[in-house]
């Protein structure tokens, strides 16, 4: 095997072959001509490629790989590390991406010759690009020899899908297959972050991660960005030259401690910094000039960072920072909070519901701050602004998750109106429970505390025709429930024994298409809603939005089809109905498309939500529970028996939509008596 072949585990197997990771174990023993380990470990071995692919075609296990997922096997197993790797396929795709003429030439070159000839076409691109000084240095010949075929291969995807494309592709999956190791922002969050800045200008992300946040400002003249990871500060730099002409600066480093753009007057900044820093540069940096509003304590890096962003702006111009919720009213942060008051620096401090950004289970918040005028009087009010009331329980009444269903239209809408409004000098008109311009030397107390919902007037509870219609609701819903339960079942004695398929057997037979979500660009055709996983388990209808184009042709849903969560266990399968028709199935979810005369769709989703099928599915690898949809089995029945045990799983899911519906009624209607009763609004 040459020496920097690329390696894949026992989970790329399976995946190139379309198979459970148990029947790639079971190849192992049953096959001594199997290809042996190369690399890794006892635990997770790695193997050859090369050597797995033509073992798995002569087997007729697979008939061709796509070429798509060898480039992705291609990177992820390739020996100088996949961020590595990505980063010299970014290099290369930009390269193609600007230079298409060029590429050809390049690619028919002898072996000996390709390192050598890119590197002099890569020099060229990334310097016009990113300047002498930058953080994407040209791959050396050799490195580029070593990684030929990956990055053969995709250009050659490029060439077919787009370079733009195929980099997101790859970096998608990198993410996903690396949850842990980021802390990314997601688009909607990174959108309302963009919107409330307006128009960027020169802007500034000094702890970019993989860019989210540049790509989404306004209408920018230049982008600059810094990571203390300077894989990702590459990444980031590459992504945003094959996004838009903009020039583009990017630094590695920690930028608290060593500032890549020093000197800096951007229009903008817009960051989402690390949370509860402890090792930030408290002793270092005590005499920093950036602590104009206040040395920061040990425990407030975030307003370090706060410092470091106004520090870095023109004056009028405007930083937006997703900040957690603590640095509000933590009594160590008081002094810096009075001092960025008194100066008229920040401007507004939105709560947004729990779920924004991660982590997910903690309402974050945005800071929104402006540089003074030098001699400009300072701001004498400051905006409030709390969307938790714009979120409700996802599970839908069930009580049996703690997540929280985000209506982005909402809180976009929300907060734009009264920042809009308030940004253009005047006070907005007070919404109860929303948002509120509060006098500065109303919060300039001992405490210093920002939280909105602690400044704002409640919200206007439900009177009492509310509370009556509510209850009329929910008396019809329990009595819709009630007719819709289940009459008990005639007892069958012992389980029969009966002959099974696994999903996987079916797909293969034809009897059944299998499909993941999550990839795909936009539709030529527009923009259709995306069922994330939160809507499947919530019973709700499409909420969500489009990833980045990625080459890949979003899996558009259609009335039959079965869903199932990967996450979870598989407890929330549902079947499609003509209201999900044409929306693009999420990440995390699976497509079942049975064929009509072959299977029924709900005899099918009925079986699939069995307890014991669904542990037999799912491991329990990490603190989720994780469904290997091709393990699910189904007995083998007549299509009329099928249809039989079709219509009483179609029953049981109305009397479950009946449940849901009714808890959140109850839930309603004991909310607003509580708060009828403590507000005075109902006698007891």
Known sequence: MPENAAEVTAAGIARLAGVGRAAVSNWRRRHPDFPKPVGGTEASPSFALAEIERWLRDQGKLAEVPLRERVWQQLAGDPAGAVTALVRTACVLLAVHERPTDWPALAAAPEERF??????????????RFGTSRAVPTPSPQQLDDSAPL?????????????????????????????????????????LMADLAGDAGTVLDPACGTGALLRAARR??????????????????????????APVRAAGGDALRSDGHEGLAADTVLCHPPFNERNWGHEELAYDPRWEYGFPARTESELAWVQHALARLRPGGTAVLLMPPAVASRRSGRRVRAGLLRRGALRAVVALPAGAAPP??????????????????????????????????????????????????????????????????????????????VPVLELLDDEVDLTPARSLPPPAAAGTAELSRVAGDLSRALSRATALTPAPAEAAGTAASRPSATVGELARAGALQLRSGGAGGSPADGRPPVLTEQDLIAGRPPSGTLPDASGEEPVLIAPGDVLV????????????????????????????????????????????????????????????????????????????????????????????????????????????????????????
């Open 220 to 245: 920018p003249t230049a982008l600059c960005a810094q990571d203390a990871d300077p894989d990702l500060a590459a990444l980031t730099a590459l992504r945003l030259a094959l996004h838009g002409g």
């Open 115 to 128: 390192g050598t000839g890119l590197a002099v076409v890569l020099d060229t691109v990334l310097e016009r």
């Open 151 to 191: 990055l053969r291969a995709a250009a050659e995807l490029a060439a077919a899908t787009g370079a733009r494309q195929t980099f997101e592709f790859l970096l998608g999956r990198h993410l996903d297959a690396n949850p842990r190791q980021y802390t990314l922002t997601p688009a909607p969050a990174a959108e």
């Open 360 to 437: 997910y289970g903690i309402p974050l918040h945005l800071w929104v701050l402006r540089r003074p005028a030098p001699g400009g009087p300072p701001a004498s009010e400051l905006l409030l602004v709390d969307t938790a009331a714009l979120a409700s329980p996802e599970d839908g009444g069930r009580g049996d998750g703690a997540r929280e269903r985000l209506d982005w239209t909402a809180v976009r809408t929300a907060v734009l109106d009264a920042w809009r409004a308030f940004d253009r000098g005047g006070t907005p008109p007070e919404a109860p429970g929303v948002s509120r311009a």
């Open 565 to 684: 969560p990967v996450l979870g266990g598989g407890a929330f399968v549902r079947v499609a109905d003509p209201s999900l028709a044409g929306a693009v199935l999420g990440r995390h979810l699976y497509l079942l498309r049975p064929d009509p005369a072959t299977l029924d769709p709900w005899f099918l989703a009925g079986f699939l939500r069995g307890s014991a099928n669904r542990r037999q599915a799912s491991s329990h690898a990490s603190t989720a529970s994780r469904l290997d949809v091709r393990r699910l089995q189904l007995p083998r029945l007549p299509l009329a028996e099928q249809r039989r045990y079709g219509e009483r799983f179609r029953a049981l899911s109305e009397f479950e939509d009946a449940l849901r519906l009714a808890g959140r009624l109850g839930d309603r209607l004991v909310q607003g008596l509580h708060d009828g009763l403590t507000d005075g609004r109902v006698l007891p």
